[in-house]
């Protein structure tokens, strides 16, 4: 205050003078940029060349200004907050806000998939699992204990609920996926779980999870649920796998008796099916046979009663027909005179020792033709030798 020039030329009733202030004001900032020196030894050039206030204050207004331009990508939204209270959310596009601290703003991808691992944890560039025996150990509905290991992969769906409900959406989600896992695995069996189930199990799950987190208005969707791992725990797991591999028997060995009946029971089906038809078509045929021989013995019986002898003489030529035509018939020529006949014993002898099968029958009267020809010629020839050795005696 000593130091003030004007210090004793104030009036202490009236307001202090304007450009005193800016004066003051002025020599302050050039004592803060390394521009201060002794009062007395100021002369009036010196007192001239001080900084522009309103440039600077320009300036800064128009920095201020610019720090609310932002852009919102593409999937997500930026939310506005007013001194901490929501005023609007902004669609994807260039937007502008109130400079801090009036406003801020925070842009959330919202169709980015997140994945939250309950179970087991696996680090980034590590192949290696690490287990959380406190999350993957439950119990089934048959009071046993399994491992199971999942993964959950969700995104947003409405952004003021991920953020104002929310303290962390990533906890919130592990925490009900292990709650909704454990609920439908311990109403389910041990055997259903590990085997056949898993696919439904993980189906039941993501329907409970997202049924969870709407009654909480978490503002998660729930994507899908991965079942990475199903398996008993490691003290039981060698006699779980002679469990398994039994019934694998018990299976392959039903499998197989299933194949063996398939394989029988038709073939079996189709022989009696044959059987049934040739009988139906045996009987069929002696039916026919019977009746037709009935048939032909009325007719041969009214002939009978009309002509007695011609039928009689007709049915012995009928008979003999019949019987001649099935064996084999040599024809002798006793014009000759000759008492030495030469006879193809060999021949009848094969043509009779040749079982009676329709070919061999319809055969026989076909060899015995070449028989006459050949009998025929051998007479004769030797009726020449014969008349040349008399001439010659």
Known sequence: MANDPGWGNRNNDGPPDLDEVLRQFTRKLNNLFGKSGDSGDKTPSSENKSIPILPIVGLVALVWFATGFYIVDQGSRGVVLRFGKHVETTLPGPRWHMPYPVESVTVVNMEQVRTVEVGYRSSEGDAARSKQQQESLMLTDDENIIDIQFAVQYNLKNVEDTLFNNRSAEESVRGVAETAIREVVGKSKMDFALSAGREELALNAKVLMQDILDRYKTGVYVVNVTMQNAQPPEQVQ????????????????????????????????GTASRLLAEAAGYKLRVENEAKGDASRFEQVLTQYQRAPEVTRQRLYIDAQEQILSSVSKVIVDQKGGNSLLYLPLDKLIANTAAPASPANASSLPASSTPILPELDTSLRSRDALRSRDRESR
Do not use: S, T
Not at 246 to 268: F, M
């Open 238 to 269: 060698a006699a779980f796998d002679d469990a398994v591999k039994a019934n694998q028997d018990l299976e392959r060995q039903r499998n197989e008796g299933l194949a063996y009946a398939n394989d029988v029971i038709p073939r079996a089906a």
